[in-house]
């Protein structure tokens, strides 16, 4: 039994052991995620573990398209043709930059013969895009940033969720490289006056010319071009979809992005996980704004901010704030127990989880999952069904080490899941929390917004 399966994961693993993925890539993504839960005691619903940003990062480089419009708009300036692929078909930043909203900036650092230049910038009060290039005087294997730190005017860290990694094509030799580091404030935060960006370069086998080296650089905000962009709607209005109460209370529209503030009424009987099409539509019924792949939740206790790309240069007369379906499931339902010395699952959801295989290796216990999806949830939906934490029969907290999982079939029957864990301080069962999944509420539903 799943000896195709098996077959698949030995490819699997074959494919990223040739996809560079940095030493530093937790560093990348985790350190950011951290800082922002510690300063702002806010987090956001869905971390994914390294093997997943390498998938994630492979599958959305194949997807993304680039409006031919914008392409030809942005290949008459100077300089901008380079931003093109870096927006990666992201429509409220293709109109940011037609509508001027970048700010250039072209501050560099040089040691070793390797230049590390911030280009341009787009910026407002929920995010900071930044563009970025490298450039070495001889080809290396590749060039990424590492250990990146960013700072305010203050010297103060940055409280944001900042994400960076390496570029898409870095199995090839090369002397340049572009790319951006996407700062992400969550909403309404006010724009640092100054940004110092300190960082490693990182080329496979390092050259002693670089080796200990610090790559600084310093740029000062345009705040008339970049401050107070962005537009309310109230709404305040509570649905009920399978008895379970929403409220929306309002969207806040970035040029970068839209946030809409959401609150769960705490007496409802499901955990609702994720809306699977919300989207914004005008008056003709075309989509304004919608998710796009992988999208950001800010969680705070039984409220959200669910972010959307944005649209905020184009001003249609009205909008509609719709969706039909959400992922839930009842919260008495969450958890998913492994003996891990018995090697049997002890309690899931339902039987659609099926514990294939426990591997214990020292302290360190793999776990094998199966999930099988009912033909009515189907689809190609990506979310990671289990949480980062879990936890032992005392309730004390662990990270897991590892996870990844990939479709078995075209028809996305079934989801091999992989987690890694150590062996829990108290007891044998290990306690795993759902942090998404496949059954559904539906309603449709449309609110009027403008």
Known sequence: ??????????????????????????????????????????????????????????????????????????????????????????????????????????????????????????????????????????????????????????????????????PSDANEQKRTVSDKIEIDFGHDEDLPEQINISANIDVGNSPSMIENKTWDVRFTIDHEKFANHKEVFPINETVSVEGQKITFKEIIVYPTKIAIHVKYDEQNSKELFAFDDLAIVNENGEEWASINGVSGQEYIENEEFIFLQSNFFEQPEELYLQFTSIRALDKDQLEVIVDIEQERLLKSPDAQIELLEVSKRGSRVDLKFVIKRSEKYQDDVFYQTFAHQYYDEDGNEYETLDGFGFHTSDDDSEYISYLTVRKPEVGNNVILKISDYQTRIEKDVKIKVK
């Open 1 to 166: 039994m799943y000896k195709k399966e098996e077959d698949q994961l030995a490819t699997f693993k074959e494919k990223y052991r040739d996809i560079p993925v940095p030493a530093h890539i937790d560093h990348y993504i985790r350190a950011g995620i951290d800082q922002a839960s510690k300063k702002k005691k806010r987090n956001f619903r869905a971390v994914l573990s390294s093997v997943s940003i390498a998938a994630v990062i492979f599958l959305f480089v194949l997807s993304v398209r680039v409006s031919p419009v914008f392409a030809s708009y942005a290949g008459q300036i100077p300089g901008l043709d380079r931003i093109v692929e870096l927006i990666r078909g992201d429509k409220g930043l293709e109109s940011a930059v037609k509508n001027d909203f970048v700010q250039m900036i072209g501050k560099s650092a040089t040691h070793g013969g390797i230049t590390f230049t911030v280009d341009e910038i787009i910026a407002d009060e929920a995010k900071m895009i930044i563009f970025y290039s490298l450039e070495a005087d001889q080809d290396y294997h590749y060039l990424m940033l590492g250990d990146l730190e960013i700072t305010d005017e203050n010297g103060k860290d940055i409280a944001a969720v900042i994400s960076y990694g390496s």
